[in-house]
């Protein structure tokens, strides 16, 4: 299960890092910690039987958890636009991630 979580974290990585580096001309390491604060959060709720609901159900509350927590961090960090374009990094990484499970079979 870690070894999942690794490679989920890097690809969330590979696909998010760039786009706030672009948006708000911020560091490697501000980018960073945007998905390193909400993405082991998500992972554990959304692969979590604590909650018994379906999985559109937990991956729409994890998706908006990440959006908004990483909103925040980026408006802490006086980056305008924050919500703006947490929900497009958060859309790019969930959207490109299903492509690939459903083309690739990737999970």
Excluded: D
Excluded at 52 to 79: N, P, Q, T
Excluded at 99 to 105: A, E, H, I, Q, R
């Amino acid at each position: 299960m870690l070894l999942r979580w690794l490679r989920a974290f890097v690809f969330t990585q590979i696909i998010e890092v760039p786009i706030y580096r672009r948006a708000f001309g911020c560091s490697l390491l501000e980018a960073f910690g945007a998905s390193a604060i909400t993405h082991p959060l998500v992972w554990w709720f959304a692969t979590s039987h604590l909650w018994h609901v379906s999985w559109g159900w937990k991956a729409l509350a994890c998706e908006l958890f990440a959006w908004w927590v990483e909103a925040a961090y980026f408006a802490l960090l006086r980056r305008r636009r924050a919500l703006l374009w947490t929900l497009v990094a958060n859309g790019a990484s969930f959207g490109i991630g299903m492509g690939c499970w459903y083309f690739f079979g990737w999970s």
